[in-house]
């Protein structure tokens, strides 16, 4: 039994290893994410700021998705 018992802690210490190494993925992505999703928030404030400064109506992206235009065409 011992013998067959080494190979499977290996596979499940490689499973364990696997599943660590896909979260710190995700986490890393998931903080990307939420960043440039700060950032485009940012942008798009400082666009609307602009637009209105020069007498234009404030469109921007969140006046579009309020007005349930679709976001980005593929």
Known sequence: MSSSLHPH??????????A???QQVYDYVDARIRRLDTDLAAFDAQLV?????????????AAAVAAGLPSVAP
């Open 49 to 61: 700021s602009e637009r209105v400064g020069a007498g234009l109506p404030p469109g921007g992206w």
């Open 9 to 18: 802690q290996q596979v499940l210490h490689y499973c364990n290893e696997k």
């Open 20 to 22: 660590q190494l896909a």
